[in-house]
C-alpha cells in the first residue's frame, strides 16, 4: 500500500501552518500593491474592484462547502462501515456456533483473532507500511476462515447452515475491503486541493488589494481571516486523512466486540 495523494505525509499541524501562510502572505502582498496603485491619481475604482473580490470570495466558499460535504459523507460512511462490519462479525461468530466441531471453535477463535487485529487498523491508515502489514494478517485469517467453509461445503453442498456460515464469512469479508479502501485510499484529489490552494491565493490576493486601495490596514483584521481560513481547511484535511489528526470514526463498537467474542470463550 503506497501513498494514495502527496498530501498523506503532511502532518495536520504543518498543513495548518502552510494554509495560514497561503492566506496571510498574499493579503500583505495585495496591501502592498494596492497602496502602491492608490498613490497613482489613476488608480482602479473601489467598486469594480469590490466586485470581483466579492465574486472571488463567493467561488472560494462554493468550493470549501463541496470539499466539507464530499469529507463529512465519507466520514459517515466511515461510520457506517465499522458499525456493519461489527454486525458481520458477530454474524458470523453466531453461524460458526451451529458447526461441528473441530470447525465450531477453530472458526470462532479466528474471528475473535480477526477483531483482534482489526481494532488496530483505523491507527495506521496514515502509516501504509505499518497497515501493510496488518492487512496481511487480515488476509490469513480470512483465508483459514475461507478454508473451513471450503472444507463444509465438500462435506455437504445442500446444508443450509454450511451456506449461511459461508455467506456471513463473504460479508465479512466485503466489508473489510470497503472499510480499507475509504479510509486508506479515498481521498479528495490532488488537483482539487492545488485548485483551491491557486483560488485562496488569488482571493487573498484581491482582498489585500482592496484593502490597500481603501487605504485600510489592520494586521488583527489579517490575521483573523488567516487563522479562520486555516482552521476551516484543516478541518477538512483532517476529515479527509483518517488515522492522523484529531477527528476520528469512534472505535468504541468494534472494542465492545472484542469483549462480547472473548467474554463468549
Known amino acids: 500500500m503506497t501513498h494514495a495523494s502527496p498530501l498523506d505525509i503532511v502532518p495536520v499541524w504543518t498543513f495548518f501552518v502552510a494554509v495560514a501562510l497561503i492566506t496571510l502572505v498574499p493579503i500583505e502582498v495585495g496591501q502592498r500593491l494596492g497602496a502602491r496603485r492608490r498613490e497613482k491619481e489613476d488608480h482602479e475604482p473601489e467598486g469594480p474592484v469590490s466586485s470581483v473580490v466579492g465574486a472571488t470570495l463567493g467561488l472560494l466558499g462554493f468550493m470549501v462547502a ?4 464530499a469529507t463529512t459523507a465519507r466520514f ?12 458481520a462479525i458477530e454474524t458470523a461468530y453466531r453461524n460458526a456456533a451451529l458447526l461441528p466441531d473441530p470447525h465450531r471453535s477453530e472458526c470462532r477463535q479466528l474471528l475473535r483473532d480477526y477483531v483482534d487485529v482489526r481494532i488496530k487498523m483505523p491507527d495506521l491508515f496514515g502509516d501504509p507500511e505499518h497497515l501493510k502489514v496488518l492487512d496481511t ?7 483459514s ?8 461445503a465438500r462435506e455437504d453442498r445442500s446444508s443450509e447452515v454450511y451456506a449461511l456460515f459461508t455467506s456471513s464469512l463473504n460479508e465479512v469479508d466485503q466489508l473489510y475491503n470497503k472499510r480499507i479502501i475509504m479510509g486508506a485510499q479515498h481521498r479528495i484529489p490532488f488537483l482539487v486541493w492545488v485548485v483551491l ?8 490576493l484581491g482582498v489585500g488589494f482592496q484593502f490597500g486601495l481603501a487605504g485600510s490596514r489592520s494586521l488583527i483584521a489579517n490575521l483573523m481571516l488567516a487563522l479562520t481560513f486555516s482552521m476551516v481547511i484543516s478541518l477538512i484535511f ?12 469512534n472505535q468504541q463498537p468494534m472494542s465492545d466486540l472484542k469483549e462480547r467474542l472473548h467474554a463468549a470463550e
Open 66 to 69: 463541496l470539499s466539507v460535504g
Open 76 to 87: 459517515d460512511a466511515r461510520k457506517e462501515a465499522i458499525i456493519d462490519g461489527v454486525n
Open 137 to 143: 494478517e487480515v488476509r490469513k485469517l480470512q483465508k
Open 145 to 152: 476462515l475461507w478454508s473451513h467453509a471450503e472444507a463444509l
Open 197 to 204: 490552494f491557486v483560488v485562496t491565493i488569488i482571493t487573498m
Open 238 to 249: 483532517d476529515l479527509d486523512q483518517p488515522g492522523k489528526g484529531w477527528v476520528n470514526v
